[in-house]
């Protein structure tokens, strides 16, 4: 398996902020009882990626939500 990613670490509660601003909404985060089988940390490593691809991520996490995002409004 190979796994893409930009090196970075970001919380979901990070991502739920910065998701929220750049689409100039406000809602809050429901939380709920931690589930069996839960991932608490994960980081992709991408040496694989790098290697045998030659991954070499162009954009930050936010900058991808915002390509992500423009693209899902035009798309509508």
Not at 2 to 28: D, E, H, M, P
């Amino acid at each position: 398996m190979i796994n893409g990613g930009n090196g970075g670490r970001i919380t979901l509660n990070q991502a739920w902020v910065l998701v929220q601003r750049l689409a100039g909404v406000s809602i809050a985060a429901k939380y709920g009882p931690p589930r069996a089988g839960d991932v608490h940390d994960s980081q992709a490593d991408t040496t694989l990626a790098v290697e045998c691809l030659g991954h070499a991520p162009r954009f930050s996490f936010e900058e991808g939500m915002r390509h992500t995002l423009d693209w899902y409004r035009k798309a509508r």
